[in-house]
């Protein structure tokens, strides 16, 4: 079954360090992979998609084909990165269309 | 344009009582998802429409669950004889076609087992 695996429930790291959440995904077949985040009392949206390539809010992530993840990447930490962040990932369902897969979320803290 | 909207926001209910969750998507999506959010905890699956086709309801978590889509339009979640641990922020989500790989997410139905 396709699955898409976020190791860590909860991180927190101070602010202006380095930050890292995890992804793995077991679906070869799709190219696409995204991150969507979380602020408190906000809804779910779009963070950073693969095929854009681009870098939004100091946050890029990269493709690793050969360990099969998508880790989300900020080099300087801020306060307001605090969040609930999903990776995700479609995957062919049927007729083709695509399903979106989560990950289960890791809760990142940065600590002032 | 208006974005996935998600009726009541909140809603108060008696343990053994049913409730109906709406999800209006947004114009022309063809998917439609639906995502249960317990407190400080992160999204679980429960059902995926694409346009016609049968639903995927491998994440109903008992058949007290059911959800409806009429076509590419409104959705209700149906719980019969809620318990508290149904007790959660329900979410729903569409994506447009093609590819169906973006999602919209609404704002969340929180919902109160008493």
């Known amino acids: 079954a396709q699955r898409v695996t976020q190791p860590e429930k909860l991180l927190s790291v101070f602010k202006g360090a380095p930050v890292e959440l995890k992804c793995n995904y077991s679906?070869?077949?799709?190219?696409?992979l995204f991150w969507y985040v979380q602020y408190s009392r906000q809804r779910l949206q779009l963070l950073l998609r693969?095929?854009s390539r681009e870098s939004i809010k100091g946050f890029t992530a990269d493709l690793n084909k050969g360990e099969t993840s998508f880790h989300l990447k900020k080099p300087f930490a801020q306060e307001e990165d605090s969040a609930m962040y999903y990776c995700?990932?479609?995957?062919?369902?049927?007729?083709?269309?695509?399903?979106?897969?989560f990950g289960q979320g890791t809760r990142l803290t940065i600590n002032p | 344009g208006a974005g996935v909207s998600q009726s009541p926001s909140n809603k108060v209910t008696e343990k053994g009582k049913d409730v109906e969750l709406r999800c209006d998507p947004i114009?022309?999506?063809?998917?439609l998802y639906w995502y249960r959010q317990r407190l400080g905890q992160g999204l679980e699956f429960l059902i995926y429409?694409?346009?016609?086709?049968?639903?995927?309801k491998s994440g109903l978590p008992s058949d007290r669950f059911s959800a409806e889509r009429t076509g590419e339009s409104v959705s209700t979640l149906t719980i019969q004889r809620t318990q508290q641990e149904d007790s959660a922020v329900y979410l729903c989500?569409?994506?447009?076609?093609?590819?169906?790989?973006?999602?919209?997410f609404g704002q969340g139905t929180r919902l109160t087992v008493v």
């Open positions: 679906y070869s077949g799709s190219p696409e």
């Open positions: 429409f694409q346009g016609n086709s049968a639903p995927d």
């Open positions: 989500a569409s994506s447009p076609p093609p590819w169906n790989t973006e999602a919209f």
């Open positions: 693969h095929i």
């Open positions: 995700a990932q479609p995957y062919y369902h049927f007729q083709g269309a695509q399903k979106l897969v």
């Open positions: 114009s022309g999506h063809t998917a």
